[in-house]
């Protein structure tokens, strides 16, 4: 069982930059893709980006591209989002995720943390 705890989220004005930060429990999580998510109150949970077990293959949601970047280092068993030209756009609850299956733009994960609040102001 692999836990997951997500920091560095806080209030930040737009255009400016945060970075984000996953620490797992287990060195398994080197074993899995792993990836970010976000959401508003109301919506629905949204990817964000994830990155294969050794760092080979990103993705990104459109609206991120360019200003995001996904990372991880096995060795500290922590994944990363930095998070550049934030937007107001861009405030939500963060969440990492690791073991992540996808099925065309719907995705599933064994496990996640419990999220970390960003806030974007105008």
């Known amino acids: 069982q692999v836990q997951l705890v997500e920091s560095g989220g806080g209030l930040v004005q737009a255009g400016g930059s945060l970075r984000l930060s996953c620490a797992a429990s287990e060195r398994t999580f080197n074993m899995y893709t792993m990836g970010w998510f976000r959401q508003a109150p109301g919506k629905e949970r949204e990817f964000v980006a994830s990155?294969?077990?050794?760092?080979?293959?990103?993705y990104y949601v459109d609206s991120v591209k360019g200003r995001f970047t996904i990372s991880r280092d096995n060795a500290k068993n922590t994944g990363y989002l930095q998070m550049n030209s934030l937007k107001p756009e861009d405030t939500d609850v963060y969440y990492c995720?690791?073991?992540?299956?996808?099925?065309?733009?719907?995705?599933?994960?064994?496990?996640w943390g419990q999220g970390t609040q960003v806030t974007v102001s105008s």
């Open positions: 995720a690791a073991d992540l299956r996808n099925s065309g733009s719907i995705y599933t994960a064994s496990y």
């Open positions: 990155i294969g077990r050794t760092s080979g293959r990103t």
